[in-house]
Every structure is written in structure tokens, then in C-alpha cells.
């Protein structure tokens, strides 16, 4: 590696780059970004070296969570294109968000949170170093490495660095059906809106907080109002969608358990079977498939997905397409309510009077 030593105004800081064996011609700050140029070869930028600026006020003793830069919003694709081959040289592009930095002593040996809180003091956002590792997707159409590596709250001693992607809420379990052809995910909440938030680190008991600036792409036109009104269609038509995503999940789970009953005893199989078929026309819509659950989710997703994509003021066919879904996922929702009420207890006590193990409802999360 190199090592380089620069002056950013206020003190001198060092720091090693692990670049290929070059002449370095020049370096230049702008923000909060290193710029190293080389010799005939290219130009290479550190990203975010706030943490180097706060370094001579931090004590090699002490857990310290450094104050980050401020996080630009920006509501234009994430997909960048075709991934290059995996043999062509390549650098990586910053991943967009906040870079939250955070130092530990020693290794943590219990569970770090980081939570990113509103100006209320309202949970946006939870991530805990024990959080279950996220399952890769099955029967992707594209191949993982298109995919966005989840990231994980490091417990060992060091600096670390977490970027949050300045969306709000948990999205639930990674599976295929959250992808669409192109590998991007439709399970995170909606971008937050421009403003300060706090930043907030802890662990066995101790807290650290940081204020933190997220700012508006400056080629955006969009207004305060207009944004204000997105985030609350946005937020709103997420709420369903997950209720929808969640029902549905429920709803194939209690399916695959009257499945699982090959050998079923005369008494019991036509409530089986009964029970089988209101599933499935939950989930289907029946005799009108636009009505189903399963088509529910998917509009909503539309919906969501078309709130996010661009600053604006929700269009009127957006929302008509939200309200249309809405009403269909409300009207099964009101079926699986009163099938748990109604048909699953009789049906549980039917199989229990065979000798048979009852089903057995959890609602996922």
C-alpha cells in the first residue's frame, strides 16, 4: 500500500491506500472525498474521510460513534446496468446512503443496535449485529452477484462502516418473489424525507448518539409540499403492502399444512377440501383473479414502486390503482379474518376427532 499524509485545513491526518504500484501526481479534497491521481493511469476517490477529521479528538480506549457527513437524497434508479464480467478490472462505486462510522475498542461480545430516529424520536430505522443473516433468493432470474450483498454490523474491535440507504422500516423476509427481473428489491420502506435525523449507537447499556443531515439532490425540482405528499402516499401504500405480503404468506402457509395431509379420513376430507378451495380463492380471487390477494400485492407493488421512482407529486392514476388494490385487499383480509374465526377452529377440532395434528395459524412477520 501507500501511505499518504495531507492537510484538510484543520490538522493532518495519514491514511494507507491500496493501490498498485504507481506514481501519485496529485491529491485533492473536495468534501469529504479524497481524490488521488496517478500517473497515466487513472484517479481514485476515498470515499468520506469525516472519521479522519475526528480522529484527534477520539481516545483509542473509548467506543466512539463518529459524526456522519451529511447524506444526499436521491430517488433516481439504484440499478446501474449490466454487472462487467467478474475477470474485468473494475473499482466499485460508492453505495448510496448515509456512512455511518462507528469505533470499537475491543470486540463488542454482545449485541451492537444501530437505529436511525425522526425529529420525534421515532424508530425509522433497527439494525442489530445479531440480526438473523439474510437468506440468499432461490430461483433468481438473474445471477446473485447482480444483487446487492446485504450488510452486517461488525462486533470486532476497529473502525467500521455502515451505510444506510436512507430508507425507513424492516421489509421482512428475502425471497424471490421480492425481486423483479432485474434483481432490485421491493421490500424497503420509503425514502425519508430531507431533514435532521439522529443517529444512535448501543451497546451493553451505553449510548452514543450523532445528528444527521440528509439533504435534496440538488438537480431535483421537487417542492417541500410535493415531497411531503409522496412520503405520506408512500408510507401509506406500504403499510398495505406489507399487511398484503404478509396475509398472503400466512394464508400459503396453512395451505401447505392441508396439503401435507395425503391420507385423509372420510369425515374429515371434504372439510379438507373445502377449507382447501376458500384458501385458494383468497389468494386467487376466484372467479374474478383481479380480486385476489396474490393480484392485490402485486398492484400495490406497482403503486409503490411508482410513488418511488421519481420526486413528484403522486400521479392520479397511481393512486387510483392504490385504492382499487386497497379495496380487493381489504375484502379478503375480511375472508381470512373470518376463516380463522370460523372455519379453522371447527376444522381443527374435526382433525383432532380423527387423530389427526390441528393446523396451526402464525402469522408472519
Not at 5 to 25: A, H, M, Y
Not at 63 to 78: E, F, G, H, Q, W
Not at 104 to 116: H, R, Y
Not at 247 to 267: D, I, K, S
Request: charged residues 20%; aromatic residues 8%; negative net charge.
Amino acid at each position: 500500500g501507500v501511505y499518504v499524509s495531507f492537510d484538510d485545513g484543520d490538522q493532518w491526518s495519514s491514511l494507507q491506500l491500496n493501490l498498485p504500484i504507481s506514481s501519485v501526481r496529485d491529491l485533492a479534497i473536495e468534501d469529504s472525498d479524497l481524490v488521488v491521481a496517478t500517473h497515466g493511469r487513472a484517479f481514485w476517490i476515498l470515499d468520506d474521510i469525516e472519521p479522519l477529521r475526528q480522529l484527534a479528538a477520539n481516545s483509542a480506549a473509548e467506543t466512539r460513534l463518529y459524526r456522519p457527513k451529511r447524506a444526499v437524497r436521491m430517488t433516481s434508479d439504484a440499478f446501474w446496468g449490466t454487472p462487467l464480467p467478474p475477470e474485468e478490472p473494475q473499482a466499485h462505486n460508492p453505495p448510496r446512503g448515509a456512512y455511518l462510522d462507528y469505533y470499537l475498542p475491543e470486540p463488542a461480545g454482545t449485541e451492537l443496535v444501530l437505529e436511525i430516529l425522526d425529529a420525534r424520536g421515532a424508530t425509522l430505522q433497527r439494525f442489530s449485529s445479531r440480526a438473523r443473516p439474510e437468506q440468499s433468493p432461490e430461483n433468481l432470474p438473474v445471477a446473485p452477484r447482480w444483487l446487492e450483498q446485504p450488510q452486517r454490523l461488525s462486533e470486532q474491535a476497529g473502525m467500521h462502516r455502515f451505510v444506510w440507504d436512507l430508507h425507513c422500516g424492516p421489509t421482512g423476509a428475502n425471497t424471490a418473489e421480492d425481486y423483479d427481473e432485474e434483481g432490485d428489491a421491493h421490500w424497503k420502506g420509503p425514502l425519508v424525507l430531507p431533514g435532521r435525523y439522529t443517529v444512535k449507537l448501543t451497546l451493553a447499556g451505553h449510548q452514543w448518539t450523532q445528528p444527521l443531515d440528509v439533504v435534496m439532490d440538488p438537480r431535483s425540482p421537487a417542492t417541500r409540499i410535493e415531497l411531503v405528499q409522496q412520503f405520506d402516499w408512500a408510507q401509506r401504500v406500504f403499510k398495505d403492502l406489507l399487511l398484503a405480503r404478509k396475509t398472503a404468506a400466512t394464508v400459503e402457509a396453512v395451505q401447505a399444512q392441508l396439503a401435507g395431509f395425503t391420507a385423509q379420513p372420510p369425515e374429515v376430507a371434504g372439510a379438507i377440501n373445502a377449507a382447501t378451495k376458500q384458501l385458494g380463492d383468497i389468494l386467487t380471487g376466484g372467479a374474478k383473479p383481479t380480486q385476489g390477494l396474490q393480484a392485490a400485492t402485486r398492484a400495490l407493488t406497482a403503486a409503490f414502486n411508482a410513488l418511488e421512482t421519481a420526486d413528484r407529486m403522486p400521479p392520479s392514476q397511481v393512486i387510483a390503482l392504490y385504492h382499487e388494490s386497497a379495496a380487493a385487499l381489504k375484502a379478503r383480509a375480511s375472508e381470512w379474518s373470518a376463516f380463522k374465526t370460523n372455519v379453522a377452529p371447527r376444522l381443527s377440532q374435526q382433525l383432532r376427532a380423527a387423530g389427526l395434528r390441528e393446523i396451526s395459524i402464525a402469522d408472519h412477520q
